[in-house]
């Protein structure tokens, strides 16, 4: 095994790991970013809609207050109000910082345009066509090319994370393993984990990539590392199911005047059913995605998205690769047919846990984006993940430069210890957890997993199918007798479970048909934690709101 | 619909290549290549499988392409043969060490050190697009890992640039852009017909010829892509 010095580990090279490492290096702090995959194949890359700020551009009077507003709303008051403060306050600059980066952002007249999106009653999200992500990417991976150049960024394109190495009760480093080489590297300093989210529990039924398989968040959820609100997943409400995954349809088509509909039984002339503006008003086809998801699947009904009103400009200049997209996939030319969608895995609002600082329960670890329980609560809104990432990555560094975490060791073969007891065993992952080769065995497994959590972590559940979840869980893990990454995964696999029986009401993206209300005394974040291989759940306060001047 | 998958592989770079033979049976017309190969113990990258993150680039029936952008349905032979990329080195089966690419754009300084100026968004949406799948270099004559000549994999990110940049940069982008693609560049324009992403890359290279070799600039402004 290679032994390496240098400070920081940024795993994941997405948004948030590009958004952390651009912001370390501005500072002069040389950073090593470690990727299972170059960034042009991130999660990131696949962000469609915008990115959301009150840059009041509009002529709508928007301001910071309600971008803050509209979001604790959004995720239903479990977010930390101060996070999403600093966040929302930060906005407008992130967006003009990518600006000046040369995201090509959708201008008229000189002036960038932002759109409708759901749960937010005023236009502030500044978008590129259906392509926003992309763009983002392409402008934070040139930025951060010229700190490689620099020597300051070292890049590690083709390393997968394994575990982290923790001494005296403090992170010192990470072993990764190198994918091309075949070889395990053991990397000493403090670890910010960017490694989005846990796809992989749910294969081919997320919108996202292949690449985020959770075993990252396994192997830290094994070695003591605290997640929280895992039972927030976001089903999207305009997603299709395609070949080995779900196609996400942007919620931008329906911020640029789509409507969802069903056809009412019965009828002669199949009548048209705008079921959400019907209950809602006119912007009912803009709800929350928790709402409008929840609304179409206990509708039962097969719904469809109408985007024939959509006018030949808005197609042309503002929607022309989303239209393209739909067509290669389904055929169907969105412009003249209506579009059979429903609800699909989205996004993760659960994660690691991690303070205002993003800290976590360990020092000398951190977490931002996506992997992160951070800013969007029981709900996540449109447009406010791209954001959450760039700034969330930025946030972070910021914090583990304050918290020294970047003062180079000496760390000549050192001595590698275990955070969590009781799972070091597992931890010693042989070769065999790394070979490439599919194992037969091992993804049948994970099929299973997958099919067990789809059951259990359904939009809509009770007490009866969550429990139904995990006794098929745990039969699975009695008769796998899984090692390794794949122990791990059924770790936190029952985790997820365990938050959506314990959380005994409905809130944002949680919905309990045997708890249909809201409960009051639980706006409260769950909370698991791996110790001796058990699993323990708690729950904590959100903080209180501090006077807002004080953090910028 | 029943394919047969005849894959070269092979455990190293320096392991002895040896053709396997996998049966992929499936009723789904949307099913690719990427979803045959799911189902084998073949090493290969892939992310999205949605032709938009460029990881499953292959040689499929002896043309690169996309594995998630090459539908089954839609291959009339009943065998496929899969083999790894020819011009980057292979690590096992059908990976390949595409690093080459990343490397040519960091000895081009593919970087703003400037604000960007705001207009040509067209161009530079377009530009943005690419992939870094590598398909272009794959199919290019005048490519070689090593050479000087980066190819449209750099000329894309470049156009980016070219679509922004602020007066005092256009020196140094144009530089590069001379050294690292018009001097290498033989017109084959076979890189257009083979990006899975559909680049407009003739206009993308006319357009980055005019600013960077005759110093007009301003053509970028006036970029008209499918679109805009």
Redesign the interface.
């Known amino acids: 095994m290679n032994t390496k010095t240098m400070a920081v580990n940024i795993i994941g090279a997405g948004l948030a790991g590009l958004s952390a490492a651009r912001a370390f290096a501005q500072e002069g702090v040389g950073v090593r970013l470690i990727s299972f995959?170059?960034s042009?194949?991130?999660?990131s890359?696949?962000a469609e809609g915008g990115i959301n700020a009150a840059l009041d551009v509009m002529g709508e009077q928007d301001t910071v207050q309600e971008h803050f507003l509209d979001t604790m709303k959004g995720g239903c008051d479990l977010a930390d109000p101060n996070m999403v403060w600093n966040l929302t306050q930060a906005a407008v600059g992130l967006v003009k910082d990518m600006?000046?980066?040369?995201v090509?952002?959708?201008?008229e007249q000189?002036q960038i345009i932002q759109r409708n999106f759901g749960g937010q009653k005023k236009k502030r999200t500044a978008y590129?066509?259906s392509?926003t992500g992309?763009?983002l990417m392409?402008?934070l991976i040139?930025?951060v090319?010229?700190y490689?150049?620099a020597g300051l960024v070292e890049?590690y394109?083709?390393h997968r994370f394994e575990r982290l190495i923790v001494k005296n009760g403090k992170v010192a480093g990470a072993v990764i393993y190198d994918?091309?080489r075949?070889e395990k590297i053991s990397l000493s300093g403090a670890v910010l984990m960017a490694c989005g989210g846990m796809n992989g529990l749910f294969a081919g039924e997320t919108t996202g990539?292949?690449?985020n398989a959770a075993d990252a968040q396994a192997a830290l959820f094994a070695q003591g590392i605290e997640f929280s609100n895992l039972e927030f997943l976001q089903y999207h409400p305009t997603t299709v199911a395609?070949?080995?995954?779900r196609?996400l349809i942007s919620e931008a088509a329906r911020g640029e005047g789509g409507r969802l509909f069903y056809y009412e039984e019965g009828a002669t002339d199949r009548k048209k059913v705008y079921f959400l503006e019907e209950k809602y008003g006119e912007r009912g086809n803009l709800m929350p995605r928790d709402v409008i998801s929840r609304e179409m699947t206990m509708l039962g009904k097969q719904v469809y998205l109408d985007l024939t009103g959509l006018s030949r400009e808005t197609w042309?200049?503002r929607l022309?690769?989303l239209r393209e997209?739909i067509l290669h996939?389904l055929g169907v030319d969105p412009a003249r047919e209506s579009v059979p969608v429903s609800p699909g895995i989205h996004y993760f609002m659960g994660g690691i846990l991690v303070d205002e600082q993003h800290r976590t329960n360990l020092p000398g670890l951190y977490a931002a984006g996506e992997c992160a329980c951070a800013y969007h609560g029981a709900n996540r809104l449109g447009g406010n993940s791209l954001l959450g990432a760039i700034f969330g990555g930025r946030k972070t560094a910021l914090s583990m430069m304050t918290d020294g975490c970047c003062a180079e060791e000496d760390e000549e073969n050192s001595e590698e210890a275990h955070f969590a007891e009781g799972s070091s065993e597992a931890d010693q992952c042989g070769e065999e957890d790394w070979a490439?080769?599919?194992?037969?065995e091992e993804n049948q497994v994970r099929g299973t997993i997958t099919q067990i959590l789809m059951e259990g972590m359904a939009p809509l559940r009770d007490q009866k199918t969550i429990e139904a979840a995990l006794k098929k869980l745990d039969a699975l893990t009695e008769a796998s007798r899984a090692s390794g990454r794949l122990k791990h995964t059924l770790l936190l696999a029952r985790a997820f479970l365990l938050s959506a029986l314990e959380r005994r009401e409905s809130r944002g993206a949680h919905t309990r048909l045997d708890y249909p209300k809201t409960d009051a005394a639980l706006k409260k974040n769950t909370i698991v934690c791996c110790a001796d291989g058990q699993i323990r759940l708690s729950y904590r306060e959100i903080p209180v709101l501090r006077a807002q001047a004080e953090d910028g | 619909m029943k394919k047969i998958l005849h894959i070269l592989r092979r455990k190293n770079a320096e392991a002895k290549p040896y053709w396997e033979d996998f049966t992929y049976e499936t009723t789904d017309e949307g099913a690719t290549v990427a979803t045959a190969l799911a189902s084998t113990p073949v090493v290969w990258e892939h992310s999205c499988l949605q032709r938009r993150c460029g990881a499953c680039a292959m040689v499929i029936n002896k043309t690169p392409a996309l594995a998630c952008n090459t539908r089954l349905s839609e291959i009339s032979t009943d065998v496929i043969q899969l083999e790894p990329l020819r011009k980057f080195p292979v690590i096992e089966d059908l990976l390949v060490d595409r690093s080459v690419m990343m490397q040519n754009l960091r000895r081009l300084s593919v970087w703003l050190e400037e604000e960007a100026r705001t207009g040509s968004e067209g161009m530079a949406f377009e530009a943005a697009r690419c992939l870094q799948c590598g398909l272009c270099l794959e199919v290019c004559p005048n490519f070689a890992a090593g050479g000087a000549f980066a190819g449209m994999a750099a000329m894309a990110p470049m156009s980016r640039l070219i679509a922004r940049l602020s007066e005092g940069e256009r020196k140094r982008i144009a530089r590069a852009y001379q050294k690292g693609v018009y001097s290498g560049c033989g017109k084959s324009l076979a890189c257009r017909d083979i990006c899975p992403a559909q680049l407009p890359i003739e206009e993308l290279l006319v357009r980055s010829n005019a600013a960077c070799v005759w110093k007009r600039w301003k053509t970028a402004g006036s970029f008209t892509s499918v679109g805009d």
């Open positions: 995959q170059p042009e194949r991130a999660q890359n696949l600006d000046r980066l040369g090509p952002f959708h201008r000189g590129a066509k392509s992309k763009m392409a402008a040139d930025a090319r010229r490689e150049a890049r394109p083709h994918r091309f075949k990539t292949t690449a395609i070949t080995g995954k196609l042309a200049v022309s690769d997209e996939y490439e080769d599919n194992c037969e």
